[in-house]
């Protein structure tokens, strides 16, 4: 149980969604690292369970900052993910 975070390079069809798993069912957060700086990406999330994967968020598009992180909030109740993207500097 937890969510499966979907993330590829905005724009490029031929590029394939490289998968992040978080295998803790109470998360609300995760972070996507070794992102390029000044690179926009395509980001979706699901939760996943015993049953199977959930259907995928709509996709959101992001670009990285120079020296940035993204971290990744996501909640879910049983019928829907959704994702919000914030940055923040190295040493937050």
Known sequence: RGFKIA???AGVSA???IIR???ISSATQGSIDGLLQWT???IKVRAYNDAGD???SQPITVTTA?????YMAFDSDRSYVFASVRTFSSSE
Do not use: C
């Open 7 to 9: 993330y590829r390079l």
């Open 15 to 17: 590029s394939t969604f």
């Open 21 to 23: 798993k978080i295998a």
């Open 40 to 42: 926009t990406y395509e």
């Open 54 to 56: 959930g259907v995928y």
């Open 66 to 70: 120079e020296g940035r992180k993204f």
